[in-house]
Structures are given as structure tokens and as C-alpha cells.
């Protein structure tokens, strides 16, 4: 399942259990469309891509133009995780668009989507689609593409929205920190995306909402339009 939890290998060594695994989920992924490339391998706190003169050891694509090469093709997904233990890295501004929030944030997030949920007439579809959990602290959410950050958020440091040319960790990629998991899973959305648009105005009632509820100079407020 790919909402499963379950860690991947031990003190950042990845088995080829883990590698079929991790080919497994990147195929699935490319099935419905979404645009797959492989990362470097996890080597104990370090990501190697076998690049010649490649220095960043953090999770990084494995291929130098992989831009250009990321896929959806299940058959060439499946190819790139034959022999090696990839990180599984999701090219975004094709299928989809990611907006980068604070794991405070993401939590505030989800409950207020979840009740306008809960008003009558409410479309999920526009408002609800999978989001993921880095070990790092940030959450993911997955959006509709081409739509570009309000004016409000642009400015705010603690808000990203990845479109093309960035890419994303998916799940179930190993950290040293941990394992990239779903909090919503594609399953659970029917692999359906949100609005973006709508999302984003979410995204700001839950940015008042907490600076009503826990006023503090580290969450300066952004302003609405007309405001």
C-alpha cells in the first residue's frame, strides 16, 4: 500500500527488498500519469548518484537532465529501479503542482478543509487531494498545475509552491531522518487533484486562524486582497 508506513531498511541501508519496493510504488505512480525520475541511492546519511563530480549529498535527482527524462511510462520507470535502490522523486508542474508548508501549518490545513467538508454543497473534489509528510517537518500538498501563488502568499517565507522545473520526495523514499509518508494518500482522494486556487484560500484562513489563536511574531500574518 502506498500509504504504508512501514520503515525501509536500517540505519539508512536500503535492501533489495526495498528496491523492489520502492520500483513497485514509482511504476504505480507513473501509471496514473505522474511524472517519475530517480533519485540518488541513500548510502548510509548520504545520497550518491554516481554522477562524476557530483558533490550535493542530500536527496538530489540521479540523472543531470532529468527534466527532460522524467516519465510516465511505467515500462521506463520500471527500468530506472532494475538494479539500484532509487529514491522516488516526482517531477511536479506536469501532473500536478505541490504547495510546501510547515507541518503546524499542513495540520491546520487539513482541519479547516475538513470542515468545509462538512458544509452542505461542499465539492471535495476542489478542495481535497493527497498530501505527504516529510521527516524534515514539511507537509505536501498536491495541486492542479498552473496555478501561480496569491499575491498574500507569495511573499511568505514558510509557503512554496513547486512547479516546473522542481520535483518533490515521494513516498515511501527513505531520509536519514526517516521515511517520506502520505497523511493523505492518492487512494483516498481516488487519485483526484484540488483546485489549487481554492486550496490556497484555505491555506490562508488557516494562516489567521492560528495567528488569532497563537499570536507570535515568527507567523506574521500575509494581507488579503483589499484589505
Do not use: K
Amino acid at each position: 500500500m502506498l500509504g504504508s508506513t512501514r520503515p525501509i531498511g536500517r540505519l539508512g541501508r536500503l535492501t533489495p527488498l526495498d528496491r523492489v519496493r520502492l520500483r513497485r510504488v514509482a511504476m504505480r505512480y507513473a501509471a496514473h500519469g505522474w511524472y517519475v525520475t530517480p533519485g540518488a541511492c541513500l548510502a548510509r546519511h548520504r545520497f550518491v548518484c554516481g554522477r562524476a563530480g557530483c558533490r550535493t549529498t542530500g536527496c538530489h535527482p540521479a540523472l543531470e537532465d532529468w527534466q527532460r527524462s522524467a516519465s510516465a511510462d511505467p515500462a521506463r520507470v520500471a527500468a530506472w529501479w532494475r538494479v539500484r535502490p532509487h529514491a522516488v522523486l516526482l517531477a511536479t508542474g506536469r501532473a500536478f503542482d505541490v504547495l510546501e508548508v510547515p507541518a503546524y501549518l499542513g495540520q491546520r490545513l487539513l482541519e479547516v478543509t475538513r470542515s468545509v467538508l462538512g458544509a452542505v454543497g461542499a465539492d471535495a473534489d476542489e478542495v481535497r487531494g493527497p498530501v505527504a509528510a516529510v521527516p524534515g517537518g514539511q507537509w505536501l500538498f498536491l495541486v492542479r498545475p498552473g496555478e501561480p501563488l496569491r499575491p498574500e502568499l507569495d511573499q511568505c517565507r514558510y509557503v512554496v509552491r513547486h512547479g516546473t522545473g522542481s520535483w518533490i520526495p515521494a513516498p515511501p523514499t527513505r531520509l536519514p531522518e526517516g521515511t517520506v509518508r502520505w497523511v493523505v494518500t492518492p487512494e483516498e482522494t481516488r487519485w483526484l487533484l484540488p483546485d489549487s486556487y481554492r486550496v490556497q484560500e484555505l491555506l490562508l484562513d488557516a494562516l489567521y486562524a492560528l495567528a488569532l489563536a497563537l499570536p507570535t511574531p515568527h507567523l506574521p500574518v500575509p494581507r488579503r486582497g483589499g484589505i
